[in-house]
């Protein structure tokens, strides 16, 4: 028989872990800023179709080469090109460009994303993201104390933190869909804590006498292996996702990679770390 880890013993070492991402991730964030798409900056799209294929690495070649930085290359489903700049580029100059190098080629598109709709989508971004949290909330408000709830939600706060510490830190761009990403992220993280919580919860019941410190460290052990199999397969997916999956798909597969990484590290360590600290503290006020 496996000789169950005390993972509580290494709460400290995993709160200095976590001390030196979320500061990292906060300092980053303040300096360095998060890579905004045209989703929240603003720009021109651009669609363009040939009877001869055109590559999205020959695009993206043509306009590294000409001095463009800020866009985005994708193809279609019917083989069309768009192609999305931030505003601030030469986009007449994009446009002579692509149908001067692609023969044949016609723009079936050109459109302008305004400053004051891009202000709307974030807007509306924000509100989902908050409204996501608060109803992740009134949820463990309702299947817990309200102390493993808040415990919880700071687990939650934690990987939300890093992963976005990480967009940060390799300047990928963030847009609509990586926002949808960094919410799957958040339920997958809450589903993790919550399965060990339960676990916690039962062992309580069952062995009232037990110190929580042994029962958390039972239950973290009682559940580990699902949550392991749960992240690695989950993490696989990911990475083929992340590695072949093309510009945009990589984009967002890089949130589910970190978040289950941070997310599985947080269910076992620091949510239940906090639970077990709080509670003492807790207690040891009641006591005075």
Known sequence: MVKPISFMNFRVKAYLVSLFLVLGSILLLQTRGLNLGLDF????????????????????????????????????????IVIKTRLGEKVNKLKEL???????????????????????????????????????AVYLGFRFKSLWAITTLLALFHDIIVTLGAYSLTFREVNLEVMGALLTVAGYSVTDTVVVF??????????????????????????????????????????????????????????????????????????????????????????D
């Open 98 to 136: 692509l149908l001067k190098q692609f023969k044949n080629a016609k723009i079936v598109r050109f459109e302008m994303i305004g400053a004051v709709f891009s202000k709307e989508l974030k807007t509306k971004a924000i509100y989902a993201v908050v409204t996501a949290l608060v109803l992740i």
């Open 41 to 80: 900056t603003g720009g021109y799209v651009i669609e363009i179709t040939s009877p001869q294929k055109i590559s999205e690495r020959e695009v993206k070649k043509l306009l590294k080469e000409y001095g463009f930085k800020s866009f985005l290359v994708q193809e279609t489903k019917e083989g069309h």
């Open 198 to 287: 339960d676990r916690i919860r039962e062992n309580v019941k069952l062995r009232p006498a037990t110190p929580l410190k042994k029962l958390i460290d039972l239950s973290v052990n009682e559940t580990l292996s699902r949550t392991l199999m749960t992240s690695l397969t989950t993490f696989a997916v990911a990475g083929v996702l992340f590695l072949f999956g093309g510009e945009m798909l990589s984009n967002i597969a890089f949130a589910f990679l970190v978040g289950i990484i941070v997310g599985t590290y947080s269910s076992i360590f620091v949510a239940s770390a906090l639970l077990l600290d709080l509670s003492g503290i807790l207690k040891r006020k009641e006591r």
